[in-house]
Every structure is written in structure tokens, then in C-alpha cells.
């Protein structure tokens, strides 16, 4: 029975992370290409394009940024917290409702923020 919990939460898990994904495609789209669309150099169309594309092809040139963002943020082992499938749903639900919550209201928010800033201490 606990590994078919298991494999329920890590569905939900997965789920979720591609809900953060989408809010975080549509949350910093609009910051990145703002300038170019309202100048007119880019019609709405192309500029939301180039930036899935880009998105995409950083993702699989490098991690750094995550690595950066997530060095000392969770202090694993021993003397630190043990990462479960419910800590990382616990983690994007945050984010997700942060992301939401700050695009309804036009707040500027970064979802990096809300990632790291939704996690447990």
C-alpha cells in the first residue's frame, strides 16, 4: 500500500512541477519580452515563440542557475531535512499559488522567487 502512495504523490508531483512550469512560462515571458513587444519590434506572436524556444533550449544547455538558486537552500543529510515527494509538492503548490495569486493582482514577482521562497524551513 505505500508504494502505491508513493507512486500517487510522484504523479501529483510531476503534475504539479509541469503547472509550475506553464505559470512560469506565462509569468516570465511577460517580463523578458515586454520591452521588445510594446516598442513594437516583436509581434506578441514571435516574442511568446522566441521565448519558448529559448526557455527550452536553456533548460538543456545548463542547470546552473537551479544549482545556484538551490545551493544552501536545504541543508540535506543528518543535521538537515530528508527531501520527500510531499516536501517538493509541499514546494510547488507554494510557488504555483504565489505565481497565480501575484499575476491576477499585476504584481512583478519571479518564479525563482516563488519556488525558493515557498519552500519549508
Known sequence: MDVLITVILVILV????????????FHDTANAMATSVATGALKPRVA?????VLNLVGAFLSTEVAKTVSDGIINEGENGVEITPTLIFAGLVGAVLRNLTTWYLGLPSSSTHALSGSRQR
Not at 511568446?48 to 519558448?52: D, N, W
Open 14 to 25: 510531476i503534475v504539479v512541477a509541469l503547472v509550475f512550469d506553464f505559470t512560469n512560462g
Open 48 to 52: 511568446v515563440g522566441i521565448s519558448a
